[in-house]
């Protein structure tokens, strides 16, 4: 039996915008893996002997989006920006103020670290959207550079290596999610009907097992870079993504993981329809 889903004090709740913008997030992040799923299929389509995949790629191709001498790319990556701000507003907001009812234990504190973290994280989505508006290219070797800066100072080896063992935590708990079908707890399945649900369920596992096998990915070569102290091998989102494809078949598992994306694109999309913000269960 589901306990009954109880309001916010209305200090914490005084904003219900912030959870107009949180689901705008959602919907942004469902475009952009949406799209990074679909980029990586056509370019293993057509080039498979260079692939070209990642965030990176699906930035630049949203802006390049032309029709006759309008640019409508530039409206997109204006609606991102803002979904994305959105979005880091309302992950950092749903942490200080516990919307997710995680609870001042341990365990609750580190949840609530991690949505923080997680929101914060898109600022810098932010920051890409908003820098390809005024025609700055975005760099695929910036993970790369910003650990190469880390390796430099004292103490940066062990905080590159604490970094590569949180990605690859996190990988491990979003193949935890495929595997139990436990996927977020905020879904409102009440109100979808039982072909939504099941649908919902299909995308949402296999989207986390795509982005696990990626997280993890980016976690190992954190920690090899970390334990030898260079960061030539380190690679961001796209980058390991092209690390899974370098195996032998690889561009099966890459095929695999692209589609993936695009399941959680979908799952996103029905995160912004469905989820429950502002609300405890």
Known sequence: MTRPVRPLPPYEAAHPWIGHLMRLGFAARGILYALIG?????????????????????FISIS????????????????????????????????????????RSLVGILKRLGTFIGGAGHIGLMATAVLMMIGHQPNDDSTRRWTAWALDYPGGRIL???????AGGYGLFLLSKF??????????????????????????????????????????????????????NVVGFGGAML??????????????IAIGLFAYGIFMMIEARYRRIGRRT
């Open 243 to 256: 690390t899974i494809a370098q195996d032998t078949f690889g561009w099966i598992a890459l095929s695999a």
């Open 38 to 58: 679909l980029l990586t299929l056509a370019s293993i389509f057509n080039h498979r002997h260079r692939m070209q995949v990642g965030m990176s790629d699906a």
């Open 160 to 166: 590159v290596a604490i970094a590569g063992t949180w």
């Open 64 to 103: 390049s989006v032309t029709i006759y001498y309008l640019r409508p790319g530039i409206v997109l990556l204006l609606g991102l920006a803002v979904g994305f701000a959105g979005f880091a507003l309302g992950m950092m907001w749903t942490a200080f103020f516990d919307w997710n009812d995680e609870g």
């Open 179 to 232: 595997v139990t079908g436990r996927l977020d707890n905020k879904l409102d399945y009440t109100a979808m009907s039982k072909s939504t649900t099941r649908w919902t369920n299909i995308t949402g596992r296999f989207g986390m097992l795509s982005r696990g096998a990626i997280y993890l990915t980016i976690g190992c070569v954190l920690v090899v870079a970390g334990w030898m102290g260079t960061a030539r």
